[in-house]
């Protein structure tokens, strides 16, 4: 059957990024550091990145013209408060004009306070490993939202508080007891001149989970308390965990360590917010590796875009909380597998919502092919690339495509 489907009218539709992945020059983040040390797993440094920094005016004006009507970007605590207890004006103004240009496009701003980077001098005191380290984080939110907060359209605290311990589980990082050991730790806190420097999300996940469950609520009631009104929520990496074989067991004791556990601190939200880009699958020992001969991206996840409609399933009756899908995305040099990967994730949205699950919206992960952490800028996510020498933008064809499907507010034909 063939069908016009019309999404809800306050649909948001968007594509997002965060500040290091895209900015450029965030010298006093801890990432940046690590970027530069022996032995990190980091392939190569962020550098400039996209200089969204810089060029977010015209970037802006683009995301607008392409038809979403939101933008999800991180502001950078590490600029924000480039020493401790030290505020600067000049980076909350910077990202007062950020928001004022998404206003003045008709989008709305969906601002992250944290997208894994921290300044240095947190990663020095143990960054999240230190549970009393959860009351820098909610001061520097009070902080931000008394600066921002009435030009803000909705926030979320922290970005992916469980992905560490989802890639551990996947095997793309090393347990704690191996992390604890690197080289590498030893020399960021040498060249931080410190006793010891912990950055997310390569930091050990047992004691930062703790930190991060303990800050989640806390930064939620502040930034409720202060300036502005808008929806304020938690993001969390979520994989569409499915057992095979005799595996329920040992997936449902992965899902509530890696996922319930983080909803559950989600009480006082507005909407959680979805993140999701594959599948894991477990038996009985635990994780299976994707099946010979499945197609696989190039993060090495399996194509599987099936994962989304799953993952907002799960959240929305697990949490009672409306969804958000705020990254959903692939990384491909073949920008028609995106399309498709799109096109399937969008249907299960649409699923969802005609059996009257709240989706408040949907954000493509990424705006720009941008630095993707440990793998550098070789993984390709954006709708638009980038030129690594000039900064030239240039649209692929899935950006057009989104585009006219978010400025319709509908998906043409459905089956
Ligand atoms: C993160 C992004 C990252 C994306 C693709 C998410 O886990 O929030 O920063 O680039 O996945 O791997």
């Known amino acids: 059957m063939t069908e016009k489907f019309t999404f809800p009218g306050d649909f948001l539709w968007g594509t997002a990024s965060a500040a290091h992945q895209v900015e450029g020059g965030n010298v006093n983040s801890d990432a940046w550091l690590l970027e530069h040390v022996a032995g990190s797993p980091y392939v190569e440094p962020a550098g400039d990145a996209c200089d969204h920094y810089h060029r977010y005016p015209q970037d802006i004006a683009l995301i607008a ?11 950078e605590w590490a600029r924000i408060e480039p020493e401790e207890g030290e505020f600067s004006r000049a980076a909350l103004e910077h990202y007062r004009r ?3 240009a998404c206003h003045d ?90 006793a010891m420097f912990s950055a997310f999300p390569q930091c050990l ?16 009631a502040a930034i409720k308390a202060g300036r502005g009104s ?5 993001t969390l990496a979520l994989s569409d965990h499915q057992a095979v074989d005799g595996g329920e067991a040992t997936r449902d004791r992965m899902r509530q360590a890696i996922d319930d556990v ?36 190039q993060m090495g996840y399996e194509f599987w875009p099936e994962a989304l409609e799953a993952t907002m399933r799960y959240t929305a009756s697990y949490s009672g909380k409306p969804v ?32 009257g699950i709240h989706v408040r919206g949907y954000c493509y992960w990424s705006i720009f092919d941008n630095f993707e952490w440990t793998m550098g800028y070789r993984p390709k996510f954006g709708l638009i690339a980038v030129d690594r020498e000039t900064q030239k933008r240039t649209l692929k064809p899935s950006a057009a495509w989104l585009g006219a499907i978010a400025r319709a507010n509908a998906l043409e034909s459905v089956s």
Not at 65 to 75: D, K, Q, T
Not at 164 to 189: E, K
Not at 333 to 350: H, M, P
Request: aromatic share 10%; net charge negative; proline share 6%.
């Open 205 to 220: 996940q047992a004691p930062a989970r703790d930190t991060l469950l303990k800050a989640h609520p806390l930064a939620v």
């Open 105 to 194: 496009n008709g989008l709305t701003p969906i601002v992250t306070y944290h997208h894994f980077t921290s300044p240095r001098w947190f990663a020095a005191k143990g960054g999240w490993e230190v549970l009393e380290n959860a009351d820098y984080f909610v001061r520097y939110c009070e902080r931000a939202t008394a600066h921002l907060g009435d030009l803000i359209g909705a926030a979320c605290t922290l970005n992916e508080p469980n992905v560490g311990l989802l890639i551990q589980q996947m095997g793309y990082m090393q347990p704690d007891s191996v992390l604890a050991n690197a080289p590498y730790r030893a020399a960021a806190a040498k060249a931080a001149g410190s």
């Open 65 to 75: 013209a392409l038809g979403f009507n939101c933008y999800r970007f991180s502001i």
């Open 98 to 100: 950020m928001l004022a």
């Open 262 to 297: 983080f909803l559950d601190v989600t009480g006082q939200d507005d909407f959680v917010g979805v993140q999701t880009y594959t599948r894991t699958r477990f038996g009985a020992q635990g994780i299976l590796p994707p099946e010979p001969g499945v197609e696989l991206t």
């Open 230 to 234: 808008f929806p304020v929520g938690l």
């Open 324 to 355: 958000l899908v705020t990254e959903n995305g692939i990384g491909t040099e073949d920008d028609t597998q995106r399309i498709a990967y799109i096109a399937r994730a969008l249907q299960g949205v649409r699923r969802c919502l005609q059996d």
